[in-house]
């Protein structure tokens, strides 16, 4: 009376107490031949200790007895079958895992240990062991659990096979055997988080070293590709360099350019060569470019100068190009795509680069213009992606100047008069002669009579501060006026 359970981790084959506890062995063996148990999980381990299973939601709290199926929902529990000289003795025991007592369904574990389990004798039914696989058995204990005790990666049961079932099976039970087997998930199987696969695999165990060499080089060039695409380097990710050009070096500072292009359209026809100069010296650099009108030529170029060629005295040495340099000006941003942005020439934003027909140069709606008679800046007629430079015409130069007079104009002084004189009598007559200014632009003023009445009160507040004024205010405003300008109150 065993069962053979074969699980992601390795097959076990238990045997059945059946002699000791017929209704729960009936249960386990007609649960395996309706292939209940297929694709369940091991949702509990907790090391040396117990792995539980049997549940096909995944949540420790589902599962249902074979007896539900054939006499209905109050049949889903059976009683224990708890017995004082079955106990939890050694590893690989086989009992009940019940909600409660005479609570049993579906769910079982297995312990992992031997002994010290005494605590768990008298409350689950014991009804079997594990004859084979304790290989397996182990393996499930070194599981990596998280702190619900849930491994991060799912172990399962992939198949039961009854080896051997005493007990005679019921009219109904036929028709819950499905014809094939099941596999994958159960179809209650309640997803609450994400896990590893049962059938995943490590990467390092999948392939061999030099396969796995090259896998982590291509992701380490994945990374720096988007690490120079962020900062600027290259135009994206994903960006080859051209196949039709070769990339020369150790080349000598005499070394010209039509001395490569003769050299190397011997064995493919070259289109053009571009020895790379300092800016500021114009000396060779020691390294060039050379283009051909495909990739076949290049390759043929390659073969027969890699290594082997002598210019000027110096071995060179001749690779494929790696360079996206002149790429630049094909690209084509994919957030500008259908937008028609996506032009700096000249200032303008209104089309892309390698559509623009507009000659910059000679318009005179720009502020910008290709320096045509520089050779470091594309004066020299090739094709390099260039810079462009502000070009601010006289009117912009007068504007700005204009502006800048105005803003000179517009600050305030900062010259303070000097009252830090020891004579008094000379701060008097300044502050005298300040006042008698006021008082001449008082008497051109519009004399209406409510203005009066503010010069008035104006007048009024000096000769709060000065007594003197009282006289001048008095020969100001004299009859009627003065007499009119009292009714009003300020």
Known sequence: MSVMLVTSLGDMVVDLLTDRCPLTCNNFLKLCKIKYYNGCLFHNIQKDFTAQTGDPTGTGSGGDSVYKFLYGDQARFFVDEIHSDVKHSKIGTLAMANAGKHLNASQFYITLRDGHLDYLDGKHTVFGNVAEGLDTLSRINEAYVDENSRPHQNIRIKHTYILDDPFADPPQLSQLIPDASPQGKPKDEVEEDVRLEDDWVP????????????????????????????????????????????????????????????????????????????????????????????????????????????????????????????????????????????????????????????????????????KDDNTRRGGDGNTRYEMAFADISPKHRKLRRDHKAEQHDAKPSTKRLDYNNDSKDEDRKRR???????????????????????????????ERNDGRYKRRREDRYSGDVRDRGKRRRF
């Open 203 to 370: 990467m390092d165990e999948q392939l061999n070293p030099q396969e796995l060499e090259e896998v982590v080089r291509a992701k380490d060039a994945r990374s720096r590709a988007a690490v120079l695409e962020s900062i600027g380097d290259i135009p994206y990710a994903e960006i080859k360099p051209p196949e039709n050009v070769l990339f020369v070096c150790k080349l000598n500072p005499v070394t010209k350019d039509e001395d490569l292009h003769l050299i190397f359209s011997e064995s493919a026809n070259a289109i053009s060569t571009q020895v790379i100069r300092d800016h500021k010296t114009g000396v060779s650099l020691g390294y060039a470019f050379i283009e051909f009108e495909d990739k076949i030529a290049c390759k043929v170029a390659h073969s027969k100068m890699k290594d082997k060629t002598v210019i000027d005295d110096r071995r060179i040495h001749v690779d494929y190009s790696q360079s996206v340099a002149k790429l630049w000006s094909q690209y084509r941003r994919r957030s500008q795509i259908g937008q028609g942005e996506g032009c700096f020439k000249g200032g303008s934003l209104s089309h892309i680069t390698k559509d623009c027909t507009t000659d910059y140069a000679t318009s005179k709606n720009s502020m910008y213009k290709i």
């Open 432 to 462: 005298d002669s300040h006042r008698d200014k006021e008082c001449r632009e008082d008497e051109q003023r519009q004399t209406s009579p409510y203005r009066r009445g503010r010069e008035r009160h104006h007048l009024e507040k000096f």
